[in-house]
């Protein structure tokens, strides 16, 4: 049985149903909780007794680590981006439904928890009575003083004082933070429907390792924006020289139907979009080297994740 999950059956519903008949079944994001039971139908499997109940946050071990999901959508229309095509309105998902689901993972042994969504940065603002990420982060280190926890994917404005202040007061919440720029440019993150420049990350940056000296940084970027001058890019290649990160993920611009980038003027050419991905790239790799080269040496706590063939272990840290 063919089953279509995530996110094109989330996008074009019922206009898939008609293109691909051959499918037992579609699962949109929405659906993803039920994806055992739309097995069983497809497969004609009958079960004695109710299914469990699933976790709305979508806790998910992964042996030494899992992922707990604090909120789904995203109100943001980055132009760039079909998320919330995809998974609709920003909501987040309540207090004690994260609780629980952490709980869960602990109690299965995951030595390290990561929050995650598509805007960590905005859980709790929605609530009838707001709270707030560093609230969340802070009862949870508190609650769960031996666990590992890990916050994913923080947009720039996401990084505030009151969120730092709790890293640096748990131990346990890892001095870690992947923060998705894009761009430095102030033209082009205008058009991509964003905030910063250049000045402006580079103070993050530093306002940053002033509270966490220790701090592991990732970003991404986008190279081939619609309209991005060589000399946009040349200032994002000089960006990226600086050394201010661990990692760079680097991605050439794709076009996404239904996007207000879409249609933008200045689209530039797929051979020169992969080119300027791959000079980012080239340049992240040199300047994020030294930086990794620098832990050679030093010895930190690591999680066990398991063993190679030769029975070398691996494994992470915070």
Known sequence: RLIVAGCMPARYGDELAAELPEAAAFVPCSREDDIAAVLDGALGVERAGAAPEPSVGEARPAGAFGYVKISDGCDRWCSYCAIPLIRGRYHSFSYEQVRADVARLVEAGA????LIA???????????????????VDALAREFPDTWLRVLYLQPEGVTDERL??????????????????HVSERVLRAMNRR???????????????????????????AGFPGETDEE????????????????????????????AFD?????????????????????????????????????????????EDGQLYGRAQ
């Open 165 to 182: 202040a709790v890293m640096a007061r748990h131990p346990n919440v890892c001095p870690y933070l992947d923060i998705p720029l894009q």
């Open 233 to 260: 890019f040349d200032e994002l290649l000089s960006f990226v020289e600086e050394g201010l990160f661990d990692y760079v993920g680097v991605f050439a611009y794709s076009r996404e139907e239904g996007t207000a």
């Open 118 to 136: 598509q805007d960590t940065g905005r859980w709790g603002a929605d609530f009838d009575e707001p709270l707030d990420l560093a609230w969340l």
């Open 111 to 114: 030595g390290e928890v990561d």
């Open 264 to 308: 933008l003027p200045g689209q530039v050419d797929d051979d020169e979009r992969a080119e300027r991905a791959q000079r980012l790239r080239d340049a992240a790799d040199a300047a994020s080297s030294p930086l990794i080269a620098a832990r050679v040496g030093r010895e930190v706590p690591v999680l066990v994740e398991g063993a190679e």
């Open 196 to 222: 910063g420049s250049r000045a402006a990350f580079e103070a993050l940056v530093g306002r940053v390792r002033a509270t966490l000296p220790d701090v592991t940084l990732r970003t991404t970027l986008i």
